[in-house]
Structure formats: C-alpha cells, structure tokens
C-alpha cells in the first residue's frame, strides 16, 4: 500500500503561482510513476503532468510552458509548480501513483493509488 497526502492548494489570483506537494509514505519503493490529474466543477478528471522514475516528465497541452512536475526522492515528494495560473485551471488537484511503466501516464487506469485531492481556485 502507497498512502499519498497533497498540500498546497489555496486561493489565488489570476496570474499568481502555486505549488502543489504529494507526499508518499508506505512501499514507497514500488512505485514507477506519479501523477497529477484534476477535477474541475463539472467536468471529468483529466490528466496534467507525470513523472516517471527515469526522471522522464509529460504534460497536458493545456498546462505545457505553465507548469513543471519534479520530485525529491529523499522526501519522497513530488510537486506541481503551477506559474500563470488562469481561472480555467480552477480544480481539485490529486496525485497517484502508478507501478508500472506502462506508456499510457495520462490514463487514470495506469495508477494504483489516489491521494484525496487539494483544491485550487484561481480568482479573475
């Protein structure tokens, strides 16, 4: 079992920065990727970024150039650092974890575990 906790997510205005962390604790030796994905109001959940422990990254359209998903292997961490924030980009933001190298890291199937989710609201 993975055990995934996000933190980081808050009110922000248009235009600002925020920086989401998954922290992972359990058979943290297991795992071959992480991911983020989020949940706007309304809408289906969607891949945003991956990273695979090669060290390989992956991006949605929507968030390449605004946004870079890096981790600390020694905290186990991985973060999101989202700049240019839009209202659009408004969602609850969670992270998973997969252990396998499967090529499909945007689908939701490849991962195992979920964290519960960190809430972003990007005010205009």
């Known amino acids: 079992q993975v055990q995934l906790v996000e933190s980081g997510g808050g009110l922000v205005q248009a235009g600002g920065s925020l920086r989401l962390s998954c922290a992972a604790s359990?058979?943290?030796?297991?795992?071959?990727?992480t991911g983020w994905f989020r949940q706007a109001p309304g809408k289906e959940r969607e891949f945003v970024a991956a990273?695979?422990?090669?060290?390989?990254?992956y991006y949605a359209d929507s968030v390449k150039g605004r946004s870079t998903i890096s981790r600390d292997n020694a905290k186990n961490t991985v973060y999101l650092q989202m700049n240019s924030l839009k209202p659009d980009d408004t969602a609850v933001y969670y992270c998973?974890?997969?252990?396998?190298?499967?090529?499909?890291?945007?689908?939701?199937?490849?991962?195992?575990?979920w964290g519960q989710g960190a809430k972003v609201t990007v005010s205009s």
């Open positions: 990273i695979r422990w090669s060290g390989s990254t």
């Open positions: 998973a974890t997969s252990r396998s190298n499967s090529p499909y890291y945007a689908r939701q199937g490849e991962y195992d575990y």
């Open positions: 359990g058979r943290t030796f297991s795992i071959y990727g």
